[in-house]
């Protein structure tokens, strides 16, 4: 009887067994899924997929970023920022620092040069060496007619070694290189 028993619970639990998945994996599972969907150009797919990621845990802020960055890229820019800013606000600084710059490159491509210009300065108070960002806040300063800002961003970029930065400022500025002696 008692083997009867030991047997029925353990058909049981596995019948059980796949129902019974942590969460943490299977948004793991669905999140490495969107990943392969996304470095292929599905992106459809792939934001269907870490939408299922984040249904599974909440809390997965690469998730919400790689979601973030392919709207980006279908130019469904409302949905990205909503996305970076759900990374800037779980709060791990060093996805922040990421949230930050994405969202400001987003709302510069969308023309909201004023609002992108606080997201870069964020991003550089939490990474201080993310050239990318000093040349982004740079380009934004130039949208809006700031053109010390602009020089001294793109300045800081290039010493930073952000080639974009040295580029722009050959062109723009040729004795740029000189000035910082």
Request: hydrophobic letters at 45%; aromatic letters at 8%; proline letters at 3%.
């Amino acid at each position: 009887m008692k083997r009867l028993a030991i047997t029925l619970v353990l058909a049981v639990m596995a019948l059980l067994l796949p129902v019974l998945r942590c969460p943490a994996q299977t948004a793991n599972d669905s999140f490495t899924e969107a990943l392969s969907k996304h470095h292929s150009g599905d992106l459809r797919e792939a934001i269907r997929l870490y939408s299922k990621s984040i249904d599974h845990d909440s809390l997965h802020v690469m998730a919400y970023l790689m979601r973030g960055a392919a709207w980006h890229k279908l130019r469904q820019f409302e949905n990205a920022i909503a996305d970076y800013t759900k990374v800037i606000d779980l709060g791990d600084p060093l996805f922040q620092a990421v949230g930050y710059f994405n969202r400001g490159v987003v709302r510069n491509l969308s023309g909201q040069y004023q609002e992108a210009i606080p997201d870069f300065s964020l991003a550089i108070s939490l990474d201080k060496k993310m050239s990318a960002a000093f040349f982004h806040r740079g380009i934004a300063r130039v949208r809006i007619g700031d053109q010390t800002g602009t020089f001294d961003d793109l300045n800081e970029a290039a010493r930073l070694g952000d080639p974009d930065a040295e580029c722009w400022l050959d062109t723009t500025t040729p004795g740029w290189r000189v000035m910082n002696r």
